[in-house]
């Protein structure tokens, strides 16, 4: 069968572009159902004890507050058989708000305020006086407390191979390393929050959630409430960024629904920008590489271990040293990956969680290798290409790192680059130049979708999946209009409610490759369901014709020469107002003989000045390799947003946790820093030929996590190539450089 | 025990998009707060409350300020201009357009600040070189990083001598 | 937020009558960009907010003296983008617009920046001990993060550091600050004088008088629009806070000094300035060694608390490349 229209591959605008531009994309904090009440949380101020008393009386007084809800008051139902766990809740217990007077840390949500208002709820919470038991300060800082690491319910990395210690005593060239992460905090613009409404009669809640899945809140609550599923109606359909933050339920929904029930009012419940370092992180997280290679610069072994913090309640884990038995060929690997559980709350994925850890640990270590060598970083990589997976022992469904590298280094002008430390200079700047190679997998997992096609030509493609600012609505629509041959404009694509299909959680790059691929194959099965109607009524046309000889173009289905059927009279033709069809898409067989993966190439020159040590970074080269591109413009957009990320969490990203009280000390947007337009000057976006029948149908790999994976690296090795020091604790900031 | 006093609330009338409209509430409500949660003028965004963002950026007599940072009370008399008024009916302000072409967002919850700053820098007509431009516009935070196509809408308003507002 | 109650001055009388006349903690307010930053965090609690941008102060005009003085709620954008600020006064314009955001220097006022009170992680998190915002609590920052606090001048009581660009740019200037209150009607106030090193109150950030009101800063006459630099050295390139910052003015007679002025912003309670160290190099060479033996005298006592004891080598770097690029200029 054949599409007529041209939409997948072709640069489309947002098709909820005017929305967003015109302040018309609802977030879910504007929604206000009738009679909406306010709820304000507070956070606890010490990170290990007790609540000894909650003053309330003050509080209460002020008109307008209907009720403060601390662990001495919270209605019994949410303890009693209550099941706190979500689809992405890692080993162990998780935290339940307002369960008991014990503090497991600092910020830890300890009461909520509810009045008429917001601004009478935020008075009134400052009127709540809370006392403490302090049992200690807590263990909150990861390097001081290794000896706590422990590889009990944390998930082995890939088996060891050859003899990695071995090798590295032999070998003539070697490095070792310790690189450090700091704890990193998500901070999308769009503060967490929720609007829930219970109904008494139907013993229901309808929830407006900002939520990367849907389903993931709705099990969530029904699960603590002890409700069927279906009585939980969960709608998100704008989230204002995310990058991981979203995978999980956050206490503004424990709380907006605790109180609605409670008070059978509507309650919205929006964390400040404060509260939003109050909850899931980037693990802080130290690495030791060692590296070592013969004369020719052929790696002879790798080793790579890495201790990451979690909470004391849940062992959250990640993927980081396995991507160093993966990238390069090397007989001799030792991975161990070790979890010490600390004093805070348990940290959750956030864009490209593990990769973008490991790689910059693992990328750095190569350009050290590099200098150690001799070798040009870019050639050294090209000596230790990996043309299989070694860790699965499976061959790679497709891998176009080699053109990545080339086109990189084209555009960027790596020939350029001058191998001597200091040895580049523009009047008060030094000069570097530095690479790496970025990663990530390409994951599909199982999704549903449903097409409605009206007798009016409108199509309705429905699943329950979000768009955090990806593009999901639109690649969705641009795949609809194509598989049906029919304008952009008469598609419409529904996500974000509990009551649609049900799609993964959107995280891991896999949704344009999970529900992109069941929005296909929905469309094939309405592209058989109005061949065989227009079978049916057209009996002359179709005689003797397969579905493979059926063209879908302009609203209309042809066969051969024959004259062309528009969708509209065939669905009228049968007396019908629409059709409607319904799939369950899963990963093909076939896929796990193979291991499939995204990978790039970043090239990064900075700019320190000599005597400020401030670092900038004019220019960034990321040449990717993602399969299938959906939509240049969105996806160009991923990769840019990656590259900022890359900046920020080389420069600038810290949470300041001060280890005398637990307490994040630069919980806000003045002091954690994040990448603002002045640290982001030209990115250069390329995206190579890839060519992958196995990954998914739609031959896409998905963008939102590889553009950052890399950046860090590379920035870090080129500030040794413009200074000659090797900084390898993040952030770099000046006084590292100077 | 001091019994916490009543929040007291004022009337006020502010001029927003053209139009005049009329409040009660209380005295330490934000320009942010009165029109989103008091107007249902939920364009304006809240990221931060703290200055630290511009999400909340608004054009107040044509120049751009945070929202969250001045009360309601404040700005009486004067001229607000929030996202809902830029758009001249169905059709877009220029710099609108320019951020959908330039797919200049992606989550798009910091874009009604990105573009009222935008249109105040056209105001200002500053803004005349790359390095002034990515200053300029650095106080508008976008965590989903397009700032890339940010600038290149800047700089095409720029090169075009795009009219920010036209009542300063 | 405090249950505040709202009022708008009419005139300057009236707006000091007001504050006097209230019970309880009065806050005069301009752009609020600082204020009511504070007030949301609870870290101040007024009372009463007295709205001050009706008051005539809105203007920047020439004095008698050749000068020109800058009306206390004028904005700080229209400040630095006034013309005669920027021919004149070209130093004050590029502190100026190093500072905050676009959008705040559209509210923030030029009384209001000189009121900016410090951006120590502990004085903005009420859970903290901080004898700036609870004397007697003690200071968090000494043996906590400290990064962002002072190298000079500071106490045990505290190490905070003045955030403000523009003030640094006034204390290189020479500004006056003129303010007016009930019992002591009209005074000017060197701005040198005014911040006060924070010793053992550091609650008490100036020398302002309870009730008093900031009319206006006069610049005199010299503006130093040959030979200036403002350097700003921050964690990012825009929309963040001064780790150094410096001031440098000079007037030359072809390679000899005959003024020079150099204030640094980020490492004192105040905006640090050495007037008598300046005048030992009067008729003196302006070149690197003596900037250098300048820096050092400059910076001379300097303490580093850890994480800020980068600070120390940076300002004298710093010091030396705001000179060279200002007699480059």
Redesign the interface.
Known sequence: MIAGTNYIGKSTRRVDGIKKVTGQAPYIAEFNPADLVHGYVINSRIAKGKITSIHREKALKVPGVREIFTHENVPLEVKIDSDYTDPLSPPGSPFRPLYDDKILYNGQPIALIVADTFETAAFAAGLVEVEYEEEDHGEVDLKKNLEQATHEDVPDPAEPRGNAEDAFEDSESKIEAEYYQPREYHNPMEPFASVASWNEEEGSFSIYDKIQGVSSSQGYIAGIFNLEKEKVRVISPFIGGAFGSGLRPQYQLFFAAMASKALKLPVKVVMTRTQMFTFGHRPACLQRVKLSADKTGKLTSIQHEAFSETSKFEKFNETIVDWSGLMYECENVKLDYQLVPLDVYTPMDMRAPGGSTGIFALECAMDELAIETGIDPLELRLINYAEKDQNENKPFSSKELKACYQRAAEKFGWQNRKPEPRSNKQGNKLVGYGMATGVWEAMQQKSSAKAILTAGGKLTVSSGTADIGTGTYTIMSQIAAEMLGISLENVEFKLGDSTLPEAPIEGGSWTASSVGSAVKLVCSKLQETIFAMAAQTNTDIFENKLIENAVFSNGEISVGNSTAIPYVEIIKAAGKKSIEVEVNSEPEDDRSNYSCYSHSCVMVEVHVDEDTGMISVPRVVNAIAGGKILNPKTAESQIIGGVAWGIGMALEEEGMMDSRNGRIMNANLAEYHVAVHADVQEIDVIFVEEQDDIVNPLGAKGLGELGIVGVASAISNALYNATGKRVRELPFTLDKVL | MEVPKHPETIPLELNINGETVELDISAWTTLLDALREHLQLTGTKKGCDHGQCGACTVLVNGKHINSCFTLAAMQTNKEITTIEGLANGENLHPVQDAFIEHDAFQCGYCTPGQICATVGLLNMKKGNTPEEIRDLMSGNICRCGAYANIYKVVEEMKEKGTEGTTSI | ??????T?AENIEGAIKKANNKQGKVKF?G???NL??L????VENPDH?I?I?ELKLSKIESTEVGGLLLGATVTN?DTA?HEEVEQRYPLLSKAMLAA?????R??ATNGGNLLQRT?C??F??T??PCNKREPGSGC?AL???N??HAILGESEHCIASHPSDMAVALAALDATVKVTGEEEGHRSIPILEFHRLPGDTPHIETNLKDGELITGIELPKKGFPEHYAY?K?????????A?VSVAAALELDGEEITDIRIALGGVAHKPWRKPEVEKEYYGKKASRENFEALAEKLIEGATGYGDND?KI??AK??I??ALTEAIEK
Do not use: C, H, W
């Open positions: 937020m405090n249950n505040i109650s709202f708008r307010i752009g609020g960009t009511l930053d007030m949301k965090y609870r907010l709205d941008n954008a983008y905050a955001s676009t959008q705040l559209n509210m951006r992680y502990y903005y998190d859970s903290t968090s043996e906590g993060f990064r962002i350097i050295v921050r964690d990012r390139p825009s929309y963040a806070f780790l980068f080598p940076l770097k710093t030396v490349r």
